[in-house]
């Protein structure tokens, strides 16, 4: 499972869009990319997951350039109800089981 | 659906007591896991079941912790005896299919050995 390294903390103000990046060297061909949120208090929940190029849901997107040694979560117009930590997660999700969670990043949102 | 159901919630015990932490997975999902997260060490897989087989328990600590599932619908975590080291969130949580379906996580058990 490929290491991660996310910055440990981030602080911005509503309103404003946040992308936190995530790097990861030594991705293998199967591996993808996942991100988990996690509130105060709370387990950790699922954001999003892609592989290549870009994905985007209704809470985020997950932009995975052509080399794949790095990704950015984007998180738009983020108001206070987005401080929490979120972790960047890589492994062969087809062929594994496991979640390897890292140390995170924390976001701090400001009013 | 309710979710990830985890019992009890919050645990105080005194060391060398047993603890037996419970988690009800969210019907229908074939996978399930145990976590443990503390500050020092952030959040770590203990061990997880397919079918109700334990499949990896590399993450047990010792063999103080044990994990049972007898059925698809229950499972415990049982650390026996406890030591204030064991003091930490530990969170369930299950998932249908293979290693890329989301996991879907409980609300934890705060767990204070004293």
């Known amino acids: 499972l490929a290491k991660t390294t996310q910055p440990i903390s981030m602080d911005s103000y509503e309103g404003q869009e946040v992308n936190i990046t995530c790097s990861h060297n030594n991705i293998a061909t199967n591996d993808y990319i996942t991100w988990y949120q996690q509130f105060p208090s709370q387990g950790p929940r699922f954001i999003i997951q892609g592989y290549k190029t870009k994905v985007t849901n209704e809470v985020a997107s997950l932009f995975i350039p052509a080399d794949r040694k790095s990704s950015t979560l984007s998180l738009p117009r983020v108001s206070l109800s987005d401080t929490a930590v979120y972790y960047c997660l890589v492994g062969d999700t087809k062929n594994t089981d496991k979640l390897i969670f890292g140390t995170g990043t924390r976001l701090q949102v400001f009013p | 659906d309710a979710g990830v159901i985890q019992s009890p919630r919050h645990e105080v015990t005194e060391m060398g007591q047993e603890v037996t932490l419970r988690c009800k997975p969210i019907?229908?999902?074939?996978?399930l896991f145990w976590y443990r997260q503390t500050m020092m060490r952030g959040l770590e897989l203990l061990i997880y079941?397919?079918?109700?087989?334990?499949?990896?328990d590399s993450g047990m600590p010792e063999d103080r912790f044990s994990a049972k599932m007898p059925n698809a619908s229950f499972s415990t975590l049982k650390i026996q005896p406890s030591e204030p080291r064991d003091s930490a969130v530990y969170f369930c949580?299950?998932?249908?299919?293979?290693?890329?379906?989301?996991?879907?996580f409980g609300p934890g058990t705060r767990l204070l050995v004293l």
């Open positions: 079941f397919n079918n109700n087989v334990p499949i990896d």
């Open positions: 019907s229908g999902h074939n996978s």
């Open positions: 949580a299950s998932r249908v299919g293979t290693g890329r379906e989301t996991q879907y």
